[in-house]
């Protein structure tokens, strides 16, 4: 589990390619503002401790030195001169709802605020820094882009894999490209961060900032992820078809599986959501089939008592019950054993074991929730994720991601959100929550 109580002021400390000289175009927009309930000035911090039990576990820290991130925001000042600069957009890894929100958004905030008129968008991803490896890159303008945000995906593609760092730089010099934006999950910054070590190696001011993308909601210290609200919607609409379907059948038991390789969030939300579900199984939460208290026994009595039971099952949970698989897929992820399958087999034998009659189906959104255009909630975060991405990129902040922690806006070094994975945790108000709605046992092993 994810947990930041090891975590320092230095931790947090984001870069930035130098003095920043030019008088911003959005000076005026904060030229009086103050730190209030619902903003936080440039030179202020916000606490990355939120509880008064957890900011006196730290000791006598000086309150300057307690850990704190760098607020996001528009800038009285920038590094960069807007007539010359030069940006770049690339989307990697799997798809996710509010991909074109977020590169319309960028397009917008630079053209229309600061006057940024050249957008380079590199296609499928990675490959696309890569000469000969993709399509050539686009143009990206406001009539480009005004539009997109209706359609799911991402008009730029995107590519698992990684290409060769210095091929990347290159293009990018040779582009004359300043400020690179990149949106995409945790594999995908850590290859954001491995350019930027590249181009501070070479000493170049270029400036490379993300925004994080993850259906699974398991990137830490960024808060919620855009587009996992879509998602676990898109996914609850399939736990409430199963629901319907279930109580309509004789013995009625429905599996709905849902995305979440290590991280149950898309689970547990979407199960919260209508709360139709009798089981949610999770990566972090380990479960028995076979016992008095294990999953199959339960079933069969909650299906006794009710007549039908709905399960919602990440897609990693269950993976400690059968064989671990050797594949990896492009990104170097693990591949996943079928436990679907497993637990529709034991679920059938079973019931056939007890003499009790059983319906069985099988839902399974999967990349329908992740393909989906965002919906208006999610596409102001996108919009609003964005806005804060440019104005760290004009402001010559480099090696970051942006995201909403503690509900506000700012900055955390990419580092940072690669060394750990934010989960569901057992012990957490989500998972009492989830036990609260679906009625199953604390444990059942």
Known sequence: MATYDDMSLADLQVRSLGEARYDSPLAEYVAHRATNAYYVAEDDRVLIDDTISLLASRGDVPLEEVPSYEPG?????????????????????????????????????????????DVTGFRNGYAG????????????????????????????????GS????????????????????????????????????????????????????IDNDI????????????????AESIKAARVESDAAVGGVAVVKVMGRHAGFVACYS??????ADFVLVPEVPFSLDGENGLLAQLAKRVSERGSAVIVLAEGAGQDLIPASRRTDASGNQVLGDFSGLLRARIARDFKDRGLPL??????????????????ADSVYCTRLAQVAVHAAMAGRTDIVVGRPR???????????????????????????????????????
């Not at 000469?131 to 008009?155: H, K, M, N, Y």
């Open 271 to 276: 199960a919260l959501a209508y709360q139709d």
């Open 73 to 117: 925001g528009p800038r009285r000042k920038i590094f960069f001169d807007p007539a010359t600069t030069k940006a770049g957009i690339v989307t990697c890894g799997g798809l996710c709802p509010g991909l074109n929100d977020v590169i319309r958004a960028l397009v917008l905030e630079l053209f229309e605020h600061y006057g940024v008129t």
């Open 359 to 376: 319906t069985l189906r099988h839902f399974d959104p999967g990349y329908l929730i992740r393909s989906v255009p965002a919906d208006a």
């Open 407 to 445: 509900h506000r806006f700012a900055h955390v070094p990419i580092e940072e959100v690669t060394k750990r994975t934010q989960r569901v945790n057992p012990d957490g108000d989500l998972w009492l929550s989830v036990m609260e709605s679906t009625g199953q046992p604390f444990s059942m092993r």
């Open 163 to 214: 290409q060769e760092v210095g091929v990347m730089v290159d293009t990018l010099v040779d582009r004359g490209i300043d400020i690179l934006f990149v949106i995409g999950g945790d594999g995908s910054m850590r290859g954001a961060h491995a350019i930027h070590e590249e181009i501070a190696r070479r000493e170049l001011s270029i400036a490379v900032v993300g925004v994080p993308k993850t």
């Open 129 to 160: 820094l890569a000469p000969g490896q993709a399509p050539d890159p686009i143009e990206l303008t406001p009539s480009f882009v005004q539009s997109i945000a209706e359609r799911g995906g991402t008009v730029l593609g995107s590519s698992r």
């Open 220 to 235: 830490p210290l960024i808060g919620t992820s855009f587009g996992f609200q879509t998602a676990y919607a898109k996914a």
